[in-house]
């Protein structure tokens, strides 16, 4: 198929997604239990998604390389193959549109395993796909359990890359499968796994932005984000203030049907999440936390609901400092000069995210580059768009997702050397003779002139 047909499909695909939009928001809201407004803009954003990879499709050039002598030489690129694309439970529609949108704009076969609590707007995506015009077999959903359906496609020898997003437990044993038989292929990986994320607050920063971007960076979707922003240091000039807060806010947090347009949070997506959560809880105030707001036990609203948690006084080395919660869990931390808050910071093995709210532009700039993170927010948070590359250091994964690097991942680079014949060698090149004009003097007269 040609790449403007590629594309094409895509931007059709967006366009059936419009018209659907309610629809596939109420099966991500049915299946996960986030809020329906939260499931409308991530359609909204899938839809962004699918349409930025369109124009990618046919402006993916390689390059001609200089060479020596009669050498000329080029690059093209080509699908990598057959794509295994395992993605989580708590975005799946953006997630589908992570994985899917530059795999089939660069011409790859893709096999899709929606995790197993959230199959449904997969499935209805794949239909529309097939309305806009996918050809068959070029898409194939597998619904199924990850330690089934998943474990056999990221060692199934047909498969040439696997894309995961999920835990690095569970990362970690998709890359060991990715590296096969002895005598096998080596598949191409792509990993975005966990993190636990840290943001600092300075002294100089904007408060209302800082409590505010803060207190959506973990408790949104229910805190079931990988990039929670769950660990934040705020600078002790202003520590208590933001305490307080922060707990006005959780405390204010409207629990309820994810469907009614007020909720601002919903169940956790099952029971175990909902365990975990409540251990964290618990985990925490065993290691010396104080519980500011919240606390383990379930919220009035319903079995599955989280309490909106503010802890306060955690030691760094404790295991909440260093495991995610996954859940409405906000630590706060007090400290007195940056260097001690970066250090604090980027103690932890993971690096997918982080956050920096401060006045000062060298500030800012200082520790955006002494956190080793894959992304890091100056003064907002988790503001990202389908240009923009995501993926984490360290333990948070491999490679990028999104932007030119994310297509990058779905393409090999094949470099194509020819020697010239003789006879259609291109001539030296010869520098064109430049005639050299005399200098005319100007007359005296003519000097002083206007332009009137």
Not at 415 to 439: E, F, G, K, N
Request: with cysteine; charged share 15%; glycine share 10%.
């Amino acid at each position: 198929m040609d790449p403007s047909q590629r594309g094409l499909i895509l931007h059709r695909l967006g366009d059936l997604m419009e018209s659907h939009k309610a629809l596939l928001a109420s099966l991500d809201t049915l299946d996960s239990g986030k809020t329906y407004s939260s499931a409308l803009g991530d359609v909204d954003y899938a839809i962004r998604t699918y349409r930025y990879f369109a124009g990618w499709a046919d402006k993916h050039h390689g390059q001609t390389i200089p060479m020596d002598g009669d050498l000329v030489t080029f690059t093209w690129h080509e699908p990598v193959g057959v794509c295994a694309q395992i993605i989580p439970w708590n975005f799946p529609i953006v997630m589908q549109a992570w994985k899917l949108a530059p795999a089939l704009a660069l011409g790859n076969v893709c096999v899709l395993k929606p995790a197993e609590e959230t199959p449904l707007s997969a499935l209805w995506v794949a239909s529309l796909l097939v309305q806009a015009g996918l050809p068959p077999g070029a898409l194939s959903v597998l619904p199924g359990m990850g330690e089934g359906a998943g474990a056999a496609l990221a060692r199934h020898p047909g498969v040439d890359k696997v894309a995961f997003t999920g835990s690095t437990e569970v990362g970690r044993l998709i890359q060991a499968a990715a590296a096969g038989a002895a005598d096998g292929p080596i598949k191409r990986l792509t990993l975005e796994l966990g993190g636990k994320s840290p943001v600092v607050v300075m002294d100089d920063a904007d408060l209302d932005t800082a409590v505010a971007e803060c207190h959506e960076a973990v408790f949104f979707n229910q805190g079931q984000v990988c990039s929670a922003g769950s660990r934040t240091y705020v600078h002790e000039k202003v520590y208590d203030e933001f305490v307080e807060r922060s707990v006005a806010m959780a405390n204010a947090r409207r629990l309820g049907d994810p469907f009614h347009p007020d909720t601002q949070q919903g169940p956790q997506v099952n029971e175990a999440q909902f365990s975990r959560v409540s251990s964290f809880v618990r985990s925490a105030l065993a290691e010396g936390a104080a519980l500011a707001c919240g606390g383990p036990e379930g919220h009035p609203a319903g079995p599955l609901y989280a309490r909106p948690t503010v802890l306060t006084g955690l030691p760094d080395g404790a295991r909440a400092c260093r495991d995610e919660a996954f859940g409405p869990v906000q630590s706060l931390f007090r400290f007195g000069r940056l260097d001690e808050a970066l250090a604090r910071a980027d103690a932890s093995p993971h690096g997918l995210a982080a956050g920096v709210f401060t006045a000062g532009l060298g500030a800012a700039l200082r520790a955006a580059g002494a956190l080793r993170a894959g992304t890091v927010w100056v003064n907002c948070y988790n503001a990202d768009a389908p240009q923009t590359p995501f993926g984490g250091f360290r333990a948070s994964g491999v490679g990028r997702e999104l932007g030119e690097l994310g297509l990058a991942a779905y393409a090999e680079a094949k470099t194509v050397t020819v020697r010239l014949p003789v006879a259609a060698a291109l001539p030296p090149v010869v520098p064109p003779v430049v005639p050299v004009v005399p200098v005319v003097p100007v007359p005296a007269a003519a000097k002083g002139g206007s332009f009137e």
